[in-house]
């Protein structure tokens, strides 16, 4: 592991990037089907949980230069209206809008600030960090979720909760659910 965080320290350096924090936005089954009945469709969902945790950026990108790297939510490439929200009261200017790329722009207090949705923006460093940790954090709660739903029923299997098993882990674990008045949507999202 020191080997790994010595590369990372130099791909740093060498970016000419500071690492000042790292968020993730977390929506777990309940919120995120709550939000899904909300707002209709899987894509506007991912943009409402977006909003929120850029929305945590406010103060910085209205502060200096900036650049916001996202991957693509879904198929969509065009973004105008999600970034306007974001650039509040500032006029948003569409640099491009393709196949692998769509990119918006406006001046905050004199400074431009730059929003871009790429196909495969784990390419660039903070993009790949992001999604790092959001793995990290989606390892950790199926952890817990197990560890959770092991204690309770003897003999069960834990899941990774991706498709492979997680369907079968879910028929196992139905009657104690039903038992203990979980829901299925408190556990599973909806699409």
């Not at 969902?45 to 200096?64: I, R």
């Not at 974001?86 to 730059?114: F, H, K």
Request: aromatic share 8%; proline share 5%.
């Amino acid at each position: 592991m020191p080997k790994l965080a010595g590369r990372l320290i130099e791909a740093f350096r060498r970016s000419e990037l500071e690492l000042c924090e790292i968020r993730v936005r977390v929506a777990f089954p309940r919120e995120f089907n709550g939000l899904l009945r909300r707002v209709g469709n899987k894509a506007e969902v991912e943009q409402v949980l977006l909003l929120d945790l850029l929305s945590k950026l406010e103060p910085w990108m209205h502060s200096g230069p900036g650049l916001l790297l996202c991957d693509r939510l879904g198929g969509r490439a065009r973004y105008a209206a999600l970034v306007q929200q974001v650039a509040g009261d500032y006029p948003v200017c569409v640099l491009e809008e393709g196949v692998r790329t769509s990119a918006y722009q406006w001046q905050a207090e004199g400074e431009r600030v730059e929003m871009r949705f790429e196909i495969g923006g784990e390419r660039h460093l903070p993009v790949a960090l992001a999604s790092m940790a959001a793995k990290y954090l989606r390892e950790l709660a199926m952890a817990d979720f197990n560890r959770w739903w092991l204690a309770r029923q003897p003999g069960l299997f834990p899941t990774s909760g991706y498709p492979g098993d997680a369907g079968k882990f879910m028929n196992r674990i139905a009657p104690l659910m039903a038992r203990l008045g979980i829901e299925r949507s408190d556990i599973w999202r909806d699409r």
